[in-house]
Protein backbone atom coordinates (compact mmCIF):
# COMPACT_ATOMS: atom_id res chain seq x y z
CA UNK A 1 0.00 0.00 0.00
CA UNK A 2 2.63 2.50 0.59
CA UNK A 3 4.53 2.08 -2.42
CA UNK A 4 1.01 2.78 -4.47
CA UNK A 5 0.90 6.44 -2.23
CA UNK A 6 4.32 6.95 -2.87
CA UNK A 7 3.81 7.44 -6.45
CA UNK A 8 0.57 8.84 -6.67
CA UNK A 9 2.02 11.47 -4.41
CA UNK A 10 5.12 11.66 -7.25
CA UNK A 11 2.44 12.32 -9.63
CA UNK A 12 0.73 14.56 -8.54
CA UNK A 13 3.94 16.69 -7.38
CA UNK A 14 5.11 16.00 -11.03
CA UNK A 15 1.85 17.09 -12.86
CA UNK A 16 1.71 20.11 -10.86
CA UNK A 17 5.56 21.61 -10.95
CA UNK A 18 4.57 20.86 -14.77
CA UNK A 19 1.55 23.03 -14.48
CA UNK A 20 3.62 25.32 -12.71
CA UNK A 21 6.43 25.82 -15.73
CA UNK A 22 3.69 25.84 -17.85
CA UNK A 23 1.98 29.17 -16.84
CA UNK A 24 5.82 31.08 -16.16
CA UNK A 25 6.16 30.85 -19.98
CA UNK A 26 3.46 32.74 -20.35
CA UNK A 27 4.88 36.01 -19.08
CA UNK A 28 1.21 37.40 -18.58
CA UNK A 29 0.84 37.92 -14.97
CA UNK A 30 -0.03 40.53 -12.53
CA UNK A 31 1.77 40.71 -9.02
CA UNK A 32 3.70 42.70 -6.86
CA UNK A 33 6.52 42.96 -8.98
CA UNK A 34 4.59 44.58 -11.79
CA UNK A 35 1.69 43.93 -14.31
CA UNK A 36 3.37 42.14 -17.53
CA UNK A 37 1.68 41.40 -20.74
CA UNK A 38 4.44 39.48 -22.92
CA UNK A 39 7.29 41.26 -20.95
CA UNK A 40 5.92 44.66 -21.35
CA UNK A 41 4.80 46.29 -18.31
CA UNK A 42 2.17 48.14 -17.97
CA UNK A 43 2.84 52.32 -17.34
CA UNK A 44 2.25 53.77 -13.48
CA UNK A 45 -1.17 54.93 -13.13
CA UNK A 46 -2.32 58.29 -13.60
CA UNK A 47 -3.55 60.28 -10.38
CA UNK A 48 -6.84 60.83 -10.44
CA UNK A 49 -7.79 58.39 -13.27
CA UNK A 50 -10.72 56.57 -12.47
CA UNK A 51 -12.38 54.60 -15.47
CA UNK A 52 -16.00 55.55 -13.74
CA UNK A 53 -14.51 59.29 -12.67
CA UNK A 54 -14.91 62.38 -15.03
CA UNK A 55 -11.63 62.18 -15.83
CA UNK A 56 -11.93 59.40 -17.94
CA UNK A 57 -14.78 59.07 -21.22
CA UNK A 58 -15.91 55.47 -21.73
CA UNK A 59 -18.87 54.19 -24.41
CA UNK A 60 -16.50 55.59 -27.61
CA UNK A 61 -15.46 52.24 -28.43
CA UNK A 62 -17.99 49.62 -28.45
CA UNK A 63 -17.13 46.91 -25.61
CA UNK A 64 -15.05 43.76 -27.10
CA UNK A 65 -17.19 40.46 -26.00
CA UNK A 66 -15.83 36.72 -24.66
CA UNK A 67 -17.19 33.43 -24.83
CA UNK A 68 -17.78 31.40 -21.73
CA UNK A 69 -14.74 31.07 -19.31
CA UNK A 70 -11.98 32.79 -22.40
CA UNK A 71 -9.92 35.38 -22.41
CA UNK A 72 -8.97 34.94 -25.89
CA UNK A 73 -10.40 37.67 -28.76
CA UNK A 74 -12.35 35.99 -31.01
CA UNK A 75 -12.05 36.32 -35.05
CA UNK A 76 -15.69 38.25 -34.76
CA UNK A 77 -14.51 40.72 -32.14
CA UNK A 78 -10.95 41.41 -33.69
CA UNK A 79 -12.22 44.31 -36.37
CA UNK A 80 -13.13 45.81 -32.94
CA UNK A 81 -9.72 45.84 -32.04
CA UNK A 82 -8.33 46.59 -35.21
CA UNK A 83 -10.67 49.85 -34.83
CA UNK A 84 -9.64 51.14 -31.53
CA UNK A 85 -5.63 50.21 -32.41
CA UNK A 86 -6.27 52.46 -35.43
CA UNK A 87 -7.51 55.45 -33.43
CA UNK A 88 -5.12 54.90 -30.36
CA UNK A 89 -1.84 55.60 -32.99
CA UNK A 90 -3.82 59.01 -33.78
CA UNK A 91 -4.17 60.61 -30.43
CA UNK A 92 -1.92 60.82 -27.19
CA UNK A 93 -4.25 59.97 -24.78
CA UNK A 94 -4.01 56.63 -22.41
CA UNK A 95 -6.73 54.24 -22.40
CA UNK A 96 -8.26 51.70 -19.74
CA UNK A 97 -9.09 48.39 -20.82
CA UNK A 98 -11.44 47.48 -18.30
CA UNK A 99 -12.51 43.64 -18.05
CA UNK A 100 -15.75 42.36 -16.90
CA UNK A 101 -17.39 38.55 -16.85
CA UNK A 102 -21.24 37.65 -15.86
CA UNK A 103 -22.68 36.46 -12.13
CA UNK A 104 -20.93 32.97 -12.69
CA UNK A 105 -18.31 32.11 -10.44
CA UNK A 106 -16.50 32.97 -7.39
CA UNK A 107 -15.49 37.28 -7.07
CA UNK A 108 -11.45 35.72 -6.96
CA UNK A 109 -12.14 34.10 -10.16
CA UNK A 110 -14.02 36.45 -12.06
CA UNK A 111 -11.51 39.33 -11.08
CA UNK A 112 -8.68 37.26 -12.13
CA UNK A 113 -10.74 36.11 -15.87
CA UNK A 114 -11.96 39.86 -16.38
CA UNK A 115 -7.89 40.95 -16.13
CA UNK A 116 -6.70 38.46 -18.29
CA UNK A 117 -9.92 39.42 -20.70
CA UNK A 118 -8.45 43.11 -20.29
CA UNK A 119 -4.79 41.72 -20.92
CA UNK A 120 -6.09 40.01 -23.64
CA UNK A 121 -7.30 43.19 -25.52
CA UNK A 122 -3.60 44.94 -24.32
CA UNK A 123 -1.58 42.27 -25.60
CA UNK A 124 -3.54 42.79 -29.28
CA UNK A 125 -3.30 45.84 -29.03
CA UNK A 126 0.69 45.88 -28.70
CA UNK A 127 0.66 43.35 -31.27
CA UNK A 128 -0.84 45.77 -33.94
CA UNK A 129 1.33 48.74 -33.42
CA UNK A 130 -0.08 50.30 -30.12
CA UNK A 131 2.38 51.57 -27.50
CA UNK A 132 2.05 49.49 -24.25
CA UNK A 133 2.29 52.77 -21.92
CA UNK A 134 -0.56 54.22 -23.37
CA UNK A 135 -2.64 51.10 -22.33
CA UNK A 136 -3.64 50.38 -18.70
CA UNK A 137 -5.97 47.65 -17.37
CA UNK A 138 -8.11 46.90 -14.47
CA UNK A 139 -10.64 44.17 -13.52
CA UNK A 140 -13.72 44.38 -11.86
CA UNK A 141 -15.03 40.63 -12.23
CA UNK A 142 -18.54 40.22 -11.86
CA UNK A 143 -19.44 43.89 -10.60
CA UNK A 144 -20.97 46.11 -12.63
CA UNK A 145 -22.97 43.87 -14.84
CA UNK A 146 -24.28 45.89 -18.58
CA UNK A 147 -27.36 43.27 -17.86
CA UNK A 148 -28.29 42.52 -14.35
CA UNK A 149 -30.70 39.86 -15.68
CA UNK A 150 -30.18 36.02 -15.70
CA UNK A 151 -29.54 33.83 -18.60
CA UNK A 152 -27.41 33.34 -21.41
CA UNK A 153 -28.27 36.65 -23.25
CA UNK A 154 -27.35 38.32 -19.79
CA UNK A 155 -24.42 36.63 -19.49
CA UNK A 156 -23.02 37.21 -23.24
CA UNK A 157 -23.49 40.73 -22.28
CA UNK A 158 -21.55 40.85 -19.36
CA UNK A 159 -18.87 38.73 -20.41
CA UNK A 160 -16.74 42.15 -22.72
CA UNK A 161 -14.12 44.67 -22.05
CA UNK A 162 -14.75 48.36 -22.41
CA UNK A 163 -12.65 51.11 -22.68
CA UNK A 164 -12.11 54.31 -21.66
CA UNK A 165 -10.20 57.29 -23.02
CA UNK A 166 -8.04 59.33 -19.76
CA UNK A 167 -9.04 63.29 -20.98
Not at 127 to 156: H, L, N, R, Y
Request: aromatic letters at 8%.
Amino acid sequence: MAPILRNLTICSLALALGACAHNSKNKQYAGVDGDFVLGTPLPDRIEGANFFGSSVTRNQYPPIYFGFDSYSVSQEEMPKVKSLAQAMKGFPNTVIIAGFTDERGTEEYNRGLGERRAQAVRSALIGMGVDGAKIQTVSFGKEMPADSGSGDAAWAKNRRTETGVVK
